[in-house]
């Protein structure tokens, strides 16, 4: 009999005073639960956002990296290209000295060699002018 | 150039004249010839004198007419006693102020010398024990040209009485004993040259083109043998010169400043840079030579036999050979 007047009061709408505060209980523990997911909701989107800007941040460093080591390995190969020029022209540089000391040691004789030759003219004329041989 | 079969183990080239060089030159020449004749004696070396008595000056007697009588040690029969016209000096100078063209003469002797090895030094250079343990050991090598430095002893110290306790007293030391350094092993080099004949030969002596200074000549021959491909090493110990006066060692700043005025040329010249091809002719090879005497000989003169004035073709850049050292770096003179 029981069961059927609460099959009866259900069909109605109409629960028991306890049933109504136990279900008034889960209704707000829901709303609860609703309003703390609600919330971690905005902070998960809150966060997503932060992420987003640290993701485009990350993203800007990392084009600005990129961009640098692309400097800065065409620098290296600049680099190493005038490190090749400048061992080049060490060489030529050098190459250079010794062909200049060459012709400083022949300079030398050549001007050893004048001057011999000076003095020698000097006492042959002296000689055939009737001079002494004195250079004059 | 074979050799001979009785070909002594070395040949030592001297070359000098009664001129006075340094003061009393005969007395100290003869000192240092008696003391090593002596030890190369005891030591059973077997050896020859190539003397090359240059341009003597005339009025003077010749020293091969008075060495005989002041060193009883020296055996005519292993001399070879070579006089020069005195027109070659003349004729040769690029530099009125030379008055010793010194390479040119040892060169005259390295070419007749006959000893398997021949040793360039001077009159005035004593021997030391590690260089004759060297000949007497026989441990010399081809195509390795050996050095040993040159130690100086003060010119106080009593010459009269010279032998190995005073040479080898640290006290008598005129300055720190020199250290060849490598890969030259220059200093002193005209006092010390060590090498086999045929090298000796190959090389074709001294340098004969540039005539201009007498000093760096006996460095520059030691470009040219390591641009010949020959090795250089010490011997092993020094040999020893005693201090007199005009020695470029104890005077070496004496020009300071007018270079070119020095008697023994300008020293700043690139003698560690550049190298030569003196011409087969080398050592007065074309001179007419008259024998005087069983092993004396006078080299009369003879244009034929005088190198030109100018031969600049000859002087030539020094070749780097594998593993060996780079030609000398450049240095400004002027």
Known sequence: MSRLLAAIASTLGIVSARRHRALQAQAADLKSA???WKSKATDATNR????EQELRRQTQINEKLRASADK??????DIEKLRAQLQNAERELAGAREHLMVIEVKLDILEGAANVLDARTRTAVARSAGGTGAPV | MSRRDDAPLVSIVLTGRNDGYGGDFTTRFFRTLRFNLQQLASRGISHEIVFVEW??????????????????????SICSWWVVDGRYQEALSLNPRLEYLEFLAKNVGVRRARGRFVLTSNCDVYFGRRVLEALERGALHPRVLYRAPRHDIKLAVDQSTLDWRVLEDPRNLDGPAHVLKPPYMGSATGDFVLLDRESFHEIRGFNEIYRVARIGIDRNVLVKALSSGISIADIGGPVYHVNHVGSY???????????????WGDRRWHSGGVSYTNPPTWGLGEAPDRRLGEHLHYVD?????????VDLRRIVLPAARRGGPMPGHYVRKR
């Open chain 2, 249 to 263: 060692r104890i005077s070496p700043a004496a020009y300071a400043g007018r270079e070119a005025e020095a008697h």
């Open chain 2, 301 to 309: 003169f003879s244009w034929d036999a005088v190198p030109p004035l």
């Open chain 1, 48 to 51: 997503m956002r932060t992420l």
């Open chain 1, 34 to 36: 609703v309003a703390e």
């Open chain 1, 72 to 77: 800065a390995k065409q620098k290296q190969g």
């Open chain 2, 55 to 76: 341009a003597p000056p005339a009025g003077s007697p010749l020293l091969i007419d008075q060495i005989l009588g002041a060193v009883p040690e020296l055996d005519p």
